[in-house]
């Protein structure tokens, strides 16, 4: 059964769930780092409860389940554990608690003690009578939990004896009804799952924490004002109202505790359970004692209590219970009751559930714990991580029960690295903004020049005579001026109004072949055409094509031959070209000739002459 569960929209993954785990059962997932549990390995000690800042970490609540009981029609029976006398210190009188609790709904309200003087019975039986094994009394379910996961050896080494809550159980249903439904209410969560492992008369529907109890009174508006006197219905038990004191259930068995002969040693909390339970595994022949072990400081300070501090005002406070309820006790009748329940069958077994992980070999611890910064031989812990010893600790990052993080001095360490090489990228980044800067204020200066010379060009461009285009290596129009759109015709002044300049514009579709062949021929063989005349329509265009930046951009200006003044410039410039040919010559020939060449050249310029007076037609 599932006993804890993380909201992950609360947590802030300080991992202090984590380190307080003492089997490790709550992981950092790979995903997201976020932490889970894993409930198999989950012992239900409610360590992981205390240690979240954020509330992120809380147990299944039984409320529900248990109004669901109550309202079926069913009979249902509180059966109430002693600890209770410590967790309402603010009601003055335990026989109103009792009538709070009827007022809810419960048709009976029995207490737990009764069933502790049965089990109590039972251990001073079994360890009265000793035949040379020893025990670990079996009344904490933490405990029970812990063995049967991580100690599975040990599981022969349990008292075969139920605890006081199942024996009180079966009590109610043979004093009320076999079909009684039965709540537990208590201080302990790991009864939760305690309750789902019996099917018999043993069996608790439901199990209550004292927190859970207090909510239920604020559910139905119940306060200690509102009722009256009720008491715990019979049978009442005896001393087994001192069952909150961890040494309570010996001292109801009449068990010996003295330091010299008692053969029962008692030890309570975290640390001390798991140092407990290993040493009575290596060195039980050699202690020779029963181990008597309860996970908390007694059960007056479980993890269902609402406040779990006070320890001695809590103790008081059960002290001065069990001596209220003695001063009337009626012996004669407890002595009956006794009788006639200890025929109930109250013996147990107990399921070998091995959760260990194999443990990983030497090479391999060591070779983390230097990954971590120790020494192989190491034994000092400061036992921040959550395990008892560094080894340990490696043994689990092998074993992917935690993460490298989780230790304390290599958190910090790697932290101070990652702050020194944040601080060495951050200086490297200042130099490297500082020469951005400098770059991009030459850059823009740049950037000003150009674009002052692209307006420059563009104006230029727009205000040659002769048509002109600029194309990239796709043949799409860079840009052109309105001189090249006319040459086109009427279609392309058109798209000009809507694209200006034409850009974009595939060349392809605005010349023939035999045209937009001269820009394929410059871009691949980065070679100029300069004058060449192309019958483009029924005109004649003089075209020269230049490379503008090989193999990407090529220029071109156009002269329709076929205007007046162009026609007229080419004959000056083609005569030109005459008069260059024909001084040379003559200049060659004037050596041999003498004073021809001069009259050759004064006929030669009245021909220049004449020409460039003709007008247009």
């Not at 039984?62 to 109004?67: H, P």
């Not at 974009?504 to 001269?518: C, F, Q, R």
Request: hydrophobic share 35%; glycine share 6%; proline share 4%.
């Amino acid at each position: 059964m599932e006993v804890i569960e993380i909201d992950h929209s609360r947590c802030t993954q300080t991992y202090a769930c984590i380190r307080a785990c003492p089997v490790h059962a709550i992981v950092a997932r790979d995903s997201d780092g976020m932490p889970e549990v894993n409930h198999q390995r989950c012992i239900g000690c409610g360590s992981c409860l205390s240690v979240c800042s954020a509330d992120a970490v809380s147990y299944v609540s039984s409320v529900k389940e248990t109004i669901k009981l109550l309202e079926s029609g069913e009979q249902v029976a509180a059966i109430v554990d002693p600890a209770i006398s410590g967790e309402f210190p603010d009601i003055t009188d335990y026989r109103k608690f009792v009538e709070m609790i009827r007022t809810i709904g419960f048709d009976f309200v029995s207490e737990v003690s009764f069933g502790v003087d049965l089990v109590a019975r039972k251990y001073h039986d079994l360890i009265g009578n000793f035949k040379g094994k020893y025990y670990l009394l079996a009344n904490c379910p933490t405990l029970v939990s812990y063995v049967e996961k991580f100690y599975p050896e040990l599981t022969d080494n349990l008292a075969p004896i139920v605890t006081p809550m199942t024996a009180t159980a079966k009590v109610v249903r043979k004093a009320y009804g076999k079909g009684l439904k039965v709540v537990f209410i208590g201080p302990c969560l790991s009864t939760k799952h305690e309750a789902k492992l019996f099917d018999d008369d043993g069996k608790v529907d439901a199990v209550l924490t004292f927190q859970e109890l207090r909510q239920m009174f604020r559910h139905y508006n119940i306060k200690e004002s509102k009722v009256e006197y009720s008491d715990f219905d019979p049978p009442i038990g005896n001393l087994g109202s001192l069952y909150p004191l961890s040494s309570g259930i010996l001292y109801a068995a009449g068990i010996d505790q003295d330091l010299l002969k008692g053969m029962v040693i008692t030890t309570e909390g975290k640390n001390n359970m798991l140092e407990a339970v290993e040493e009575f595994n290596e060195s039980t022949e050699f202690i020779r004692k029963h181990f008597n072990i309860f996970y908390n400081e007694g059960c007056l300070m479980g993890p269902g209590n609402t406040d779990k501090s006070k320890k001695f005002l809590r103790r008081t406070l059960v002290v001065d219970y069990a001596n209220k309820r003695l001063k009337d006790f009626e012996k004669e009748k407890w002595d009956a009751n006794m009788k006639a329940f200890l025929s109930l069958d109250f013996s147990r077994t107990f399921k070998k559930d091995d959760q260990r992980l194999p443990y990983p070999g030497d090479d391999r611890v060591e070779e983390i714990l230097k990954s971590l910064g120790k020494s192989p031989d190491e034994k000092a812990s400061c036992n921040a991580c959550g395990y008892r010893s560094c080894r340990e600790f490696a043994a689990s990052i092998s074993q992917g029960l935690t993460k490298p993080e989780m230790c304390l001095n290599y958190s910090l360490k790697s932290k101070q690295d990652y702050i020194k090489t944040l601080k060495n990228k951050n200086e490297k980044l200042k130099k490297q903004v500082d020469a951005l800067k400098e770059t991009e204020g030459t850059l823009a200066n740049e950037n000003q020049k150009i674009k002052l010379a692209l307006e420059t060009t563009s104006a230029l461009l727009q205000n040659l005579p002769s048509a002109a285009v600029i194309v990239n290596e796709k043949l799409k129009v860079i840009e052109s001026n309105g001189s090249f759109v006319k040459v086109l015709g009427e279609d392309a002044e058109m798209v000009n109004e809507v694209i200006p300049g034409l850009k974009g514009a595939d060349l392809k579709t605005l010349l023939p072949y035999n045209i937009y062949n001269l820009f394929t021929y410059v871009l691949e063989n980065d070679e100029n055409i300069t004058g060449k005349d192309v019958q483009y329509g029924e005109g004649l265009l003089n075209v020269s094509v230049y490379s503008l930046k090989p193999g990407k951009i090529v220029g071109a200006v156009f002269r329709d031959m076929y205007v007046a003044e162009v026609r007229q410039e080419e004959i000056i410039n083609r005569v030109s070209e005459v008069i260059d040919e024909n001084l040379k010559m003559v200049q060659n020939i004037a050596f041999l000739l003498g004073e021809g060449a001069s009259n050759t050249e004064k006929m030669l310029n009245s021909i220049i002459e004449t020409y460039s007076k003709i007008k247009k037609p």
